[in-house]
């Protein structure tokens, strides 16, 4: 009896395995209803403060390494990778676009 409860267990286990992956291959045709948007939206309260501490740890690493920036003449793109793009981030972006 215990030997037929393990192979009951490792058949559902592997059948469970092989479709998590193919339902999202299928569901990519699909049109985004309602529930899905509006979970990406409530994702917002994880993912804007992080992008806002990334914000804040980009300034801090941007201002430590201005003088290198500023020896090798990249200034601006220092600026732009680790400012610009993870506040455009965090405060430009509408709720939900990922």
């Not at 993912?47 to 740890?57: D, E, F, G, N, S």
């Not at 801090?60 to 990249?74: D, E, Q, Y």
Request: glycine share 8%.
């Amino acid at each position: 009896m215990n030997w037929i409860l393990k192979r009951v267990i490792v058949l559902l286990t592997t059948i469970a395995l092989v479709t998590v992956p193919c339902m999202t291959c299928f569901a990519e045709g699909l049109e985004q209803d309602d529930d899905l948007i509006a979970g990406k939206m409530a994702a917002e309260v994880v993912v804007r403060p992080l992008a806002l501490c990334a914000t804040v740890i980009g300034g801090a690493i941007f201002v430590v390494t201005l003088p290198f920036s500023a020896l090798g003449g990249n200034t601006n793109e220092a600026y732009n990778y680790l400012l610009a793009d993870p506040f455009k981030y965090t405060f430009s972006r509408p709720l939900g676009d990922f």
